[in-house]
């Protein structure tokens, strides 16, 4: 039997209610363009992806002091846990909806 822990039901539930009513933008590279910009509130990261990328989301998320939070999953899991057929490796949160996931998140 699998364990699941409280605050990660919580947070899938959150990030299902985020991917209703709220905006998202998908991908790495697109990620890095709106941190620069600074249209972004948080950026949920796949513990798989690949280092590069990860370090530069990491510098420019801390230069425009926006937080990064990394999931524990794979990129294959954070797809499926968004419903999506594919990997997603960056989840930028642009709005959140009626979401609480920027709370949870910050929590912890």
């Known amino acids: 039997m699998i364990k699941v822990s409280e605050q990660q039901?919580?947070?899938?539930?959150?990030?299902?209610?985020l991917l209703k009513t709220g905006k998202v933008i998908f991908g790495a590279k697109r990620a890095i363009k709106y941190i620069k910009l600074s249209k972004?509130?948080?950026?949920?990261?796949?513990?798989?992806?690949?280092?590069d990328l990860k370090q530069d989301i990491m510098h420019y998320a801390k230069l425009s002091n926006i937080p990064v939070y990394e999931y524990k999953g794979?990129?294959?899991?954070?797809?499926?846990?968004?419903?999506?057929p594919f990997m997603i490796s960056t989840i930028?949160?642009?709005?959140?909806?009626d979401s609480k996931i920027l709370?949870?998140?910050?929590?912890r």
């Open 40 to 51: 972004v509130k948080m950026v949920i990261v796949a513990s798989t992806l690949r280092g």
């Open 92 to 97: 930028s949160i642009i709005d959140e909806g």
């Open 9 to 17: 039901v919580s947070f899938e539930g959150e990030l299902k209610s």
């Open 74 to 84: 794979s990129g294959w899991d954070l797809g499926t846990l968004c419903g999506k």
């Open 103 to 107: 709370d949870i998140i910050k929590e």
